[in-house]
T-cell receptor
Framework: AQKVTQAQTEISVVEKEDVTLDCVYETRDTTYYLFWYKQPPSGELVFLIRRNSFDEQNEISGRYSWNFQKSTSSFNFTITASQVVDSAVYFC??????????FGSGTKLNVKP | NAGVTQTPKFQVLKTGQSMTLQCAQDMNHNSMYWYRQDPGMGLRLIYYSASEGTTDKGEVPNGYNVSRLNKREFSLRLESAAPSQTSVYFCASSEGSGQGAYSNQPQHFGDGTRLSIL
């Protein structure tokens, strides 16, 4: 079974639209961490955010916000007023004990001008 | 700061050839990782090293070996390359340390190695 599911393979929006990328995870650990990474067309992976399982407060950073809900095992990522530079593949990841990292299959976001 | 450096950036091999992918980090991180990235499958962990002198299998270790040469360097070896190993390989490092430690630190990635096996 997939540890991290990103059901949206590809999303296309027009610039200035808001967009939400979904992430659903599965774990039996009580302590775990969730991450989002961005992979722009140039190919490098860029860390965006980390949350631990005990902190369900939503977080906002500029146009980015994250909604963590343990009840639904989800950690969704919203980009407000999207820009062309936001076009990338976004990965959600889960880390459990013993350095085990699991990445979702990624969501490709296309922001059109 | 160079961060995580991978060499080579591109490589084409013939089936059966061997090759070692090199990775070095200059951030004094304890943990290092090797992933492969295939279309539609995200990143899958091949091997990781929680600290100098230790290595452990990840999700897809078959066909690979690793060496944690020292704290800075973590190499990935393909002994007998197969077409199924055509992929983009990423090395990463993080501050997480020690076996049993939670990997709660963000990973820093290299730029990747595009490997094609004919």
């Amino acid at each position: 079974a997939q540890k991290v599911t990103q059901a949206q393979t590809e999303i296309s929006v027009v610039e200035k639209e808001d967009v939400t990328l979904d992430c659903v995870y599965e774990t039996r650990d009580t302590t775990y961490y969730l991450f989002w990474y961005k992979q722009p067309p140039s190919g490098e992976l860029v860390f965006l955010i980390r949350r631990n399982s005990f902190d369900e407060q939503n977080e906002i950073s500029g146009r980015y916000s994250w909604n963590f809900q343990k009840s639904t095992s989800s950690f969704n990522f919203t980009i407000t007023a999207s820009q062309v530079v936001d076009s990338a593949v976004y990965f959600c990841a889960l880390s459990e004990n013993f350095n085990k990292f699991y990445f979702g299959s990624g969501t490709k976001l296309n922001v059109k001008p | 700061n160079a961060g995580v450096t991978q060499t080579p950036k591109f490589q084409v091999l013939k089936t059966g050839q061997s090759m070692t992918l090199q990775c070095a980090q200059d951030m004094n991180h304890n943990s290092m990782y090797w992933y492969r990235q295939d279309p539609g499958m995200g990143l899958r962990l091949i091997y990781y090293s929680a600290s100098e002198g230790t290595t452990d299998k990840g999700e897809v270790p078959n066909g690979y070996n690793v060496s944690r040469l020292n704290k800075r360097e973590f190499s990935l070896r393909l002994e007998s390359a197969a077409p199924s190993q055509t992929s983009v390989y990423f090395c990463a490092s993080s501050e997480g340390s020690g076996q049993g430690a939670y990997s709660n630190q963000p990973q820093h990635f290299g730029d990747g190695t595009r490997l094609s096996i004919l």
